[in-house]
Every structure is written in structure tokens, then in C-alpha cells.
């Protein structure tokens, strides 16, 4: 209703002034006062006022507003907000399964680290008993070739003890002999003539025992 008040008022207002016959006899000063195209005095536009500043357009005007609000809101609410409302709700799916799968890994690395941890633990502690195992044996190895050594020794010492004397022996009585043959020609030389062996032999003795 207001929207057809004021366009007519508008087309009454727009339409032209009806264009006066010209005469050809009118006076130059007069048809000045005329428009050449349209027949409107060249101030009659000047009367006016701008529409939209008009206070006889405000219905319209208001009512055109509340139009145009309501369907720019009903794009909004019907369109562009449950896209966008499509858009956040599918990224805050997506950063929460991010964060689920980050969780998930992040757990699945503390059990790695912890099951890695657990396994050189054990690692070490079997090394550990490794060595420990090899020093024994070589402890052992050591102590039973030491021993068998040292038998080794002790019965080449007991032989070379056992030649020594037999050598030792050998060469007391050598020494003997020796002793005998010199005191017989040490005599036989000091009172010239021969001696008895027997005697000899009991004082070399007798001097040795």
C-alpha cells in the first residue's frame, strides 16, 4: 500500500510538464525561459527533493529495509551459516582426531621407550653376568695352568735336584779317587818308595769325614 502511494507520487512528480506549442512569434526573451527539449523551465527541477530524503518515502523505504533484512537473513541462516557452521564442525572433527591419533602415538612411543628401557636393562644385566661368567672361567683357567705349572716345576725341580746329587756324588768320589792317586805320589815322591793303598784311602777318608 505504501510501496504504490509513493511510486505514484514519484511518477507524478517525474513526469514532465506538458510542452507548450512554440510559437513562432514568441519573443526571443520569453522562449529563453522554455526548455528546448523537454518544454520545462530550466529551474523547474530545481523544486524537488532527492528521494531517499524525501520524508513521504520513509514507509517505503522502512518497509523495503525489513524486506531485504529478512531475506539477507534468511540466506544467512538457511545457507552461509549452516556451511560455515559445516566447515568448523568438520575441522573440530578433524583436530579432534588429530589429537586422539597424537595421543595415541605419543602413548605407543612412552610403551617403545619403556619396553626399549626394560630390554637394555635386561641386556646389561645379562653382559653383566657374561663377564662375570668369563672372569670365573678365566680366574679358574688361569689357577688350574698356574698349578699345573707350578707341578711342572716343582717335579723339574726335584729332578734337577735329584742329577745334582747324583752329579754332586759322582763327583765327591772322583774327588775321592783324585785325592787318593795325589796323596799316594805326593808320599811316594816325599819318602821314595811305595805306599800302601789302603792306608792312603783310610786317611783321605779319615780327612774328608
Known sequence: ??????FAQSETQSQPAETP??????????????????????????????PPFDSTHYASQVLWLAITFGLFYLFLSRVVLPRIGSVIETRR??????????????QDADSAIAAYEQELAEARLKAGGIAQEARDNAKSKA?????????????KL????????AIKDKAMSDVGAIAEDTATEIVKQLIGGSVDKASVSAAVKAVRG
Request: glycine fraction near 8%; proline fraction near 3%; avoid cysteine.
Open 1 to 6: 500500500m505504501f510501496v504504490s502511494a509513493a
Open 21 to 50: 506549442a512554440v510559437d513562432h512569434g514568441t519573443p526571443a526573451g520569453d522562449a529563453e525561459a522554455v526548455h528546448t527539449e523537454t518544454g520545462v523551465p530550466h529551474d523547474a527541477g530545481h523544486t524537488g527533493v532527492f
Open 93 to 106: 572433527d578433524r583436530i579432534e582426531q588429530d589429537l586422539e591419533q597424537a595421543a595415541r602415538m605419543k
Open 143 to 155: 689357577e688350574a695352568e698356574r698349578a699345573a705349572v707350578e707341578a711342572s716345576l716343582e717335579t
Open 158 to 165: 726335584n729332578e734337577a735336584e735329584s742329577r745334582i746329587a
